[in-house]
């Protein structure tokens, strides 16, 4: 261990997922996720994100204190899982699939859960007159991106892809952490499957363009899509470069896959410069591997 610091949060029973780095930062995600044991004593849930509370974005100098933090207000959420973070001047650009509420815990028992869970993961039109913030649409997680201007403290924020497709788990070519990257890969939602058994099932995967446009949709990234058979479901999505790699995206995509019509598990290896074609190896594999099992591929 080089650095360690006490952050000193106000609250001490906050949960941080995932953190990222630029070349001269570190990115810290702090947002009203809060838990405790005592929780449940005073009638609370033990894991529960306060949707009336406030979020903010840290950006720390890589051996600085809680004193040398520059926070920055944003939007409130509840992301997970960040893509990548960078330096662009004098600011930083940070990406993540956002999230609205807690994946971790159920819905309050005095909701039904299967509406909720209806209504979680499927994204609802905010204009219908039965639209709720605080059920519709709040597992709908979409590629987001913040741009904190150092000098000025101002945030610029916003979605990079259109409504209605749901992803998560976004990986890169790890060569391109805390630096500027053209790439990203993920795992696409199947939000009506996700919405009736109340967990997250990824149907296909995505690649995204950060220096691409859509063609057909204004203001978004191009995105492109690896189409998988009816009821396959992956997880564990990652990206193996290849050990003579020029270009950023020349690798593989490997991730697990399991047929529910067969009840059998495959690796599926993807060439990320022919994403949308068939993959170039589907390995079975002796067992089921579950839903939400994710790791790294080292070479050896």
């Known amino acids: ?25 570190n990115i810290i995600l702090d947002y009203p996720q809060k838990f405790g044991i005592e929780r449940p ?13 406030k979020s903010r974005i840290g950006v720390m100098p ?12 944003v939007k409130n959420h509840c992301t997970y899982h960040l893509i990548n973070c960078f330096e662009d001047d004098d600011k930083v650009i940070v990406r993540g699939c956002k999230l609205l509420d807690t994946i971790i815990t159920t819905p309050d028992d005095k909701i039904e859960r299967s509406e909720w869970y209806r209504r979680a993961y499927i994204q609802h039109d905010e204009s219908s007159q039965d639209y709720d913030p605080s059920k519709d649409g709040v597992l709908f997680s979409r590629p987001y991106e913040w ?12 979605y990079l892809i259109e409504n209605g497709v749901a992803m998560d788990f976004p990986v890169i070519n790890n060569q391109f952490t805390g630096i500027k990257n053209k790439y990203s890969y993920t795992q696409v939602a199947d939000s009506i499957a996700s919405s009736t058994i109340g967990m997250f099932k990824y149907k296909m995967f995505a690649k995204l363009y950060f220096d691409e446009h859509d063609e057909e949709i ?8 690896h189409v998988m058979d009816d009821n396959h479901f992956c997880s564990g999505i990652e990206f193996v470069k290849k050990q003579d790699a020029i270009d950023e995206d020349d690798g593989w995509v490997v991730c697990y896959v399991h047929d529910e019509n067969k009840n059998q598990s495959k690796v599926y290896i993807i060439d990320a410069k022919n994403f949308s074609k068939e993959p170039v190896a589907k390995l ?3 067992q089921r591997v579950p839903y939400g099992y994710h790791g790294i591929y080292l070479y050896k």
């Open 1 to 25: 261990m080089l650095h360690k610091v006490d952050l000193k949060f106000k609250s001490s029973a906050c949960i941080i997922h995932d953190v990222g780095v630029t070349e001269n930062y």
């Open 62 to 73: 890589r051996f600085g204190d809680e004193e040398s933090i520059l926070w920055f207000n």
């Open 41 to 53: 004593i005073l009638g609370k849930r033990f894991i529960e994100f306060d949707r009336d509370a």
């Open 284 to 286: 079975k594999l002796p």
């Open 147 to 158: 741009r904190l201007n150092l000098k000025t403290h101002r945030v610029e924020e916003g």
């Open 218 to 225: 204004n203001g978004n990234i191009k995105v492109e899509y």
